[in-house]
């Protein structure tokens, strides 16, 4: 799951950059050498030909050794590693969150699974009192009143059953995206 959640791919690189940058801190102690190389063609003539050429190549080398900061070097490099520590706080968070979150997900379709196998069962119950309701009005055994009374719990399972299907196709519209299956 976490291998498909693009927010926390997002968050494994952002720290991933954070060890980088401790990294590029930490280099700033050591010496630099920096390499130079110009090459410089040029001519001038009157006329129309190539007069007075004159060719130039000139090289260098620069060594830079950090010998006194002020304490910046090293300020900068524990900040770096600050930020890497709240990066990999933040990595361990996001992870507790998502497993916490696809947990109380799957509690919610297993909840709502089981609402639905309960309204089905009821349901047939309810449309099985009406149809015996309709037969006994028919013969004069109960009163209007109480076949109306039956319909009404008939379409209360209906209503029931079509709001657990609701929650269970919601819970699992909510797994998908926390399975990163869908994009928020």
Avoid at 5 to 12: E, F, G, T, V
Avoid at 144 to 159: G, V
Wanted: aromatic share 8%.
């Amino acid at each position: 799951i976490l291998a498909d959640r693009s927010d926390y791919q997002a968050i494994l690189m952002e720290r991933d950059l954070k060890e980088t940058d401790v990294s590029a801190q930490k280099s700033d102690h050591w010496p630099t050498l920096d390499a130079n190389l110009i090459y410089a063609y040029n001519a001038a003539s009157d006329e129309q030909k190539m007069e007075n050429e004159n060719e130039s190549v000139i090289a260098g080398l620069t060594l830079s050794i950090p010998i006194f900061s002020g304490g910046y070097t090293s300020a900068q490099v524990k900040k770096s590693s600050i930020e890497l520590s709240k990066a990999h706080i933040n990595a361990e968070k996001t992870r507790r969150e998502i497993e916490a979150e696809v947990s109380n997900i799957y509690v919610r379709l297993t909840e709502a699974e089981q609402r639905i196998l309960s309204a089905k069962t009821t349901r047939k119950t309810a449309e099985k009192a009406y149809n015996i309701g309709k037969v006994q009005s028919e013969n004069g055994l109960i009163t209007q009143l109480q076949l109306r009374d039956a319909r009404i719990f008939l379409e209360q399972a209906h209503l029931n059953y079509y709001s657990a299907v609701f929650d269970y196709l919601s819970a699992y519209l909510d797994w998908q995206k926390a399975t990163g299956q869908v994009r928020k």
